[in-house]
T-cell receptor, first 112, second 111 residues
Framework: DSGVTQTPKHLITATGQRVTLRCSPR?????VYWYQQSLDQGLQFLIQ???????AKGNILERFSAQQFPDLHSELNLSSLELGDSALYFC???????????FGPGTRLTVL | AQSVTQLGSHVSVSEGALVLLRCNYS??????LFWYVQYPNQGLQLLLK??????LVKGINGFEAEFKKSETSFHLTKPSAHMSDAAEYFC?????????FGAGTTVTVRA
């Protein structure tokens, strides 16, 4: 158990819909990262927040957005969902701007 | 840009045999390097990391990796495979906050 929690574990929705994925980092970790894992794209970095501020952006679509709240939990919002958005979404946290990241169990999103 | 290349998307080994997973990185300066393991239906777990303190890094579950600057490699090894080592393994590189992952190598262990 990494100490990072993600909810929900599974999510099934339809095209065009909007969903919110939630992540609680390890106690004391200030950085939260979001990744997308799919068969065709592999593991892709989406976005990072550090202590409530966006720190780095990766291959995140404009339909996707994230935020980190004062209690340091984070949410990833996915809107206008397409079939190709079906993937595993991981959250990771780290204690500072360092390099070791601890991953949550992931949310499996299925778009029908 | 930092990147890693994992050679071989699938590796099959016999139980008790050597496990060797290859990773090459591209970087103009020594990066931080990691190996993560992903068991079926689980998140990624850190196996080991290289942060320039020592070129031979020992990790969990009997794995180790050697950083070779001349070869820009960070190959992962385990002397004797166990059935529980069946999983997907990812090499990753970072500078700053961002991790870039390789495509992954799936390891199967034959009894």
């Amino acid at each position: 158990d990494s100490g990072v929690t993600q909810t929900p574990k599974h999510l099934i929705t339809a095209t065009g819909q909007r969903v919110t994925l939630r992540c609680s980092p390890r106690s004391g970790d200030l950085s939260v990262y979001w990744y997308q894992q799919s068969l065709d794209q592999g593991l892709q970095f989406l976005i990072q927040y550090y202590n409530g501020e966006e720190r780095a952006k990766g291959n995140i679509l404009e339909r996707f957005s994230a935020q980190q709240f004062p209690d340091l939990h984070s949410e990833l919002n996915l809107s206008s969902l397409e079939l190709g958005d079906s993937a595993l979404y991981f959250c990771a946290s780290s204690p500072d701007r360092g390099n070791e990241q601890f991953f949550g169990p992931g949310t499996r999103l299925t778009v029908l | 840009a930092q990147s890693v290349t994992q050679l071989g998307s699938h590796v099959s080994v016999s139980e008790g045999a050597l496990v060797l997973l290859r990773c090459n990185y591209s970087s103009s300066v020594p990066p931080y390097l990691f190996w993560y393991v992903q068991y079926p239906n689980q998140g990624l777990q850190l196996l080991l990391k290289y942060t320039s303190a020592a070129t031979l890094v020992k990790g969990i579950n009997g794995f180790e990796a050697e950083f070779k600057k001349s070869e820009t490699s960070f190959h992962l090894t385990k002397p004797s495979a166990h059935m529980s080592d069946a999983a997907e393994y990812f090499c990753a590189v970072s500078r700053g906050d961002k991790l870039s992952f390789g495509a992954g190598t799936t390891v199967t262990v034959r009894a």
